[in-house]
């Protein structure tokens, strides 16, 4: 393998200092493919410009490849030689003619980086280096290139052949094949090319620009899933329109096509004008699909097509850069999904994510900078760091400018970097100029990695209260000390006796370690409302009582500080549970009646309320984690809400029996609340619990319903249990992305007996490590189970290590995103750190270890 790696060579580290210009440009490239699945030809021509005055040869990327022939200026080259994967021609003059050409097996790549198969069709991934296992290239963002693309192919095998830009001619061969020719008008990086040749069916739409031009779209997919992808178009379309409302960018090709493939490392790839989809982001229908499905797809749909312009017409300089691009634009997709519906409910399920993969790392040994100093494998940096944190960075600069001025800044940056590599430099200072404002000091959200806490002291003296603030950065690894931040804080007083709001919501700039503020002139005891919208992406330590806490949760005028206020209750009491054995579980269950009852409230946003913070959220919290006693001070408080308020929940599932599936904000909403309740009522010991669930399974009419009865009985012991997997299975035998549900409802099991089960999945024969979505849907959902992964026997360590060693052999990226895990060691105790700790250290010692799997199991042991 061409990116094999022993520990005990030292690995290469690419630096962010060390960056200098391309040495040679490359304005224009042809490529002709001759594309068979088991031996694909490719022949490039670069036109080559040195850069500068040097004397340096040119140097071309390569993954793998062998030079079957080298030309420089139409004559047969020889001076050429390689050094290691990489090609080196030495050139005489300023501007050349390089031809290569070489050979590769698509059907033999199961890292799925490069050109390979997929489901009978032949597609690329390039980001972030892939390129250069398809051609000898400078692989490398910021040299931006015309393209254009010649494919040749069986045409019974591959009746569409696809490649970026715009279609520019067809025609037939003899012997059964046919081509196609493509053109990309605009300057882009390797990163994304893309061609998609297969039997593949459309459904087609068009879209008429705000400057009036009609772009024609396409959803290619096999043709069985054509009835599958209304919904992805619908999405594509409102995209468009709404980067036009909120943003005014416009589509710029005549043709935008998505194709959808079941085998691929991450969620979508955003290459010009061809989008290439993992299918579980594209296919959907209410059988198949859940709703948290359906939101996804309208999700991913929209980042890919934002990605135009946050990514393509300005692209990055460096993958140091990264989050220029991808915080940029998941922050434009999540402001997208708002608009869609309810703004407050989108919110809480952004932060709830935030908490549930972004802090984990920032707290970790794989905490980096939103913009890294270095890495050993790039795939690595496609983190909840680079996403996440990425777009609460993004969120923050448009808190602090405002709407109007931000609208301006980001204006600006189109233009200044239009079909430009940029960085994230460049985007602070439009910020800056555009918003007439310094932010030299919040630059340190770039930089400085860790989530910062803050706590804030609400002190009333007579009529005036004394509000402190601190602010603490923890030390990560490679960054033991750490400056103040820029933190942006809404917050608002409430009156505790009247409930009445006593000010206008205030935004504060919090730039100091500590900082006081003074409200004068209190007629009564005033309850602190605080990071209202979690306007900063930070931990909060207040003095708020549980009186003040649920207080809050029935009043506070900002939904998500009322989710917010509601979640530090249930933290509060469950942290004291675990460490004292027992706590006070009534102020928690009045909060949850109040929710529940008021019916001001829509259904989606209650459904969020009263859910208890996950086993991982809890022991987040805690120096040291104890799965078990956190997963019984859950259940107890789960139990004791069900029993307490048993009445309320059968209401609230009544009242959410929906006769005919829907997919409106009101119908989700009613489906989510409706499995939330039936949770509780399975919770409280009902003896009619799992019959109710069996129903909800066996007489749903939507994907999002059978699944919920499905995970209640699968968290439970019921004979009705194995009876409703059995049904489960059998009904969607075929289905690859509905199996991954089956796979992953076993997997998240709070049962006893889980990390026995999921290794005896693991045999079955529908699984395989050969599709990353199935590997997830097993090995992932497994390691992020706290109480089976974290199993006191090691066994659940020991299984995912195994599973990551094989997996490792075909696919490093994949097995290199579920290594974190592993490394959470330092919060457990002595006996299962140990065995933490030595999974890890037998992956590192596993010969032919890849550097995706050496860089994060090596910083894991740290
Ligand atoms: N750039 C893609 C996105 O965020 C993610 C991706 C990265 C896909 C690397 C494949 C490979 O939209
Ligand atoms: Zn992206």
Redesign the pocket.
């Given at each position: 393998m061409a990116d094999a790696q022993t520990a005990t060579q030292a690995p290469n580290v690419t630096r962010r200092e060390d960056y200098r210009e391309p040495d040679w440009r490359v304005p224009e490239i042809a490529l002709d493919f001759d594309l068979d699945p088991a031996a694909t030809r490719v022949r490039t021509t670069l036109w080559v410009e040195r850069n500068g005055t040097h004397d340096r040869p040119l140097r071309l990327d390569g993954d793998g490849l062998t030079a079957l022939n080298v030309k420089v200026d139409g004559a047969e080259a020889t001076g050429w030689h390689m050094d290691g994967p990489n090609l080196v021609v030495p050139l005489a003059g300023s501007a050349h003619t390089i031809e290569t050409e070489v050979e590769i097996a698509p059907e033999r790549n199961t890292q799925l980086?490069g050109l390979y198969a997929s489901s009978g069709m032949l597609c690329t991934?390039?980001?972030?280096e892939?390129f250069r296992r398809i051609t000898f290239f400078p692989d490398r963002p910021d040299v931006l290139s015309r393209y254009k693309v010649k494919l040749t192919a069986d045409k019974t095998r591959f009746p569409v052949l696809l490649a970026n830009g715009d279609p520019i001619a067809q025609g037939d061969l003899e012997g059964g094949r046919h081509w196609a020719e493509w053109h990309d008008p605009f300057l882009k990086p390797s990163?994304l090319f893309a061609l998609v040749a297969g039997d593949l069916v459309a459904n087609r739409g068009s879209f008429t620009t705000m400057s009036g031009r009609d772009v024609q779209l396409g959803i290619w997919v096999r043709a069985p899933d054509l009835a599958k992808t209304d919904h992805a178009l619908a999405a594509l379309k409102l995209s468009m329109a709404w980067d036009e409302k909120v943003y005014g960018r416009e589509y710029d090709l005549d043709v935008f096509n998505i194709v959808a493939v079941d085998d691929?490392?991450?969620?979508?790839?955003?290459n010009k004008g061809l989008n290439?989809f993992n299918s579980r982001y594209i296919l959907a229908d209410p059988d198949t699909a859940t709703d948290y499905d359906y939101d996804a797809i309208a999700a991913?749909v929209a980042?890919?097509y934002f990605?135009n312009w946050s990514?393509n017409r300005v692209t990055c300089r460096d993958w140091f850069q990264l989050s220029l691009?991808?915080g940029f634009?998941?922050f434009r997709d999540q402001s997208f999904s708002a608009d869609q519906g309810s703004a407050a409910v989108k919110r809480i399920e952004d932060v709830r994510g935030l908490r549930a993969s972004q802090f984990p790392e920032d707290s970790g040994p794989l905490a980096h900078p939103v913009r890294p100093d270095e890495y050993i494998e790039i795939?690595n940096f496609?983190t909840a760091t680079i996403?996440n944190k990425g777009a609460e960075v993004i969120r923050m600069m448009a808190t602090i400018l405002g709407p109007d001025k931000f609208r301006a800044a980001t204006d600006l940056y189109f233009d200044r970097f239009d079909g430009t590599a940029a960085t994230c430099e460049d985007f602070v200072q439009c910020m800056e100029q555009a918003g007439g404002m310094d932010l030299t000091q919040f630059r340190r959200w770039y930089s400085q990695a860790g989530t910062p806490r803050v706590s804030a002291t609400l002190a009333q003296e007579g009529g005036r209260a004394r509000l402190s603030l601190r602010q603490l950065v923890p030390p990560t690894p490679g960054q033991p000390v750490k400056e103040p931040m820029v933190l942006p804080l809404k917050l608002k007083l409430f009156g505790g006796f009247t409930g009445r709001p006593m000010c206008d919501e205030q935004l504060i700039l919090l730039k100091e370690d500590a900082q006081e503020l003074v409200f004068e002139n209190l007629s009564e005891t005033p309850v602190l409302s605080i990071n209202r919208g979690f306007s900063a992406p930070i931990v909060i330590e207040t003095n708020r009582t549980a009186k003040d806490l649920a207080f809050l949760s029935a009043h506070d005028d900002d939904p998500f500080a009322r989710y917010e206020a509601m979640q530090q209750l249930m933290l509060d009491t469950l942290v004291t549970s675990v460490t004292n054995g027992s706590a006070d579980h009534q102020p928690v269950i009045d909060a949850v009646r109040n929710t529940l009852t008021d019916s001001a409230l829509d259904r989606a946003f209650v459904a969020e309320a009263v859910l208890l913070p996950s086993d991982s959220f809890i022991g987040d919290q805690m120096a040291l984690v104890e799965p078990e006693a956190i997963f019984r001070a859950r259940e107890a408080l789960r139990q004791d809400l069900g029993t307490a308020l048993e009445g309320e929940w059968r209401a609230a599932y009544e009242g959410s029996l929906a006769n005919r599936f829907e997919y409106s904000p009101s119908a989700k909403g009613a489906r989510r609340l409706k499995t939330v309740s039936l949770g509780y009522i399975a919770a409280s010991g009902a003896a009619d619990a799992d019959e109710l669930a069996f129903e909800q399974f066996s007489r749903a009419d939507n994907m999002t319903d059978r699944q919920g009865g499905l995970t209640t009985l699968v968290n439970g012991a019921s004979p009705l249990r194995e009876e409703a997997l059995e049904e489960f299975y059998k009904r969607y035998q075929g289905n690859g992305l509905v199996l991954d549900k089956w796979f992953q409802a076993q997997a998240l099991s709070a049962r006893e007996d889980t990390a026995e089960m999921v290794e005896r999945l693991s045999a079955h024969r529908d699984f395989t490590l050969s599709n990353p979505n199935r590997a997830r849907s097993l090995i992932g959902a497994f390691s992020v189970n706290q109480r089976a992964f974290h199993h006191v026997s090691g066994r659940g360590y020991r299984f995912v290590a195994d599973q990551l060693i094989a997996l490792d052999k075909l696919n490093p990226?994949t097995a290199a995103k579920l290594i974190p895990p592993l490394g959470r060691w330092k919060r457990f105790d002595a006996g299962r750190a140990a065995k933490m700790r030595s999974e890890l250290e037998r992956i590192v010692a596993s010969p032919g270890l890849s550097k995706d799997m050496f860089e994060q199991a090596s910083k894991s042991l740290d």
């Open positions: 980086q991934q390039c980001e972030a892939g990163y691929f490392n991450f969620g979508a790839m955003e290439v991913v980042h890919e990605h990514g691009k991808e634009t998941v795939s496609y996403y990226q």
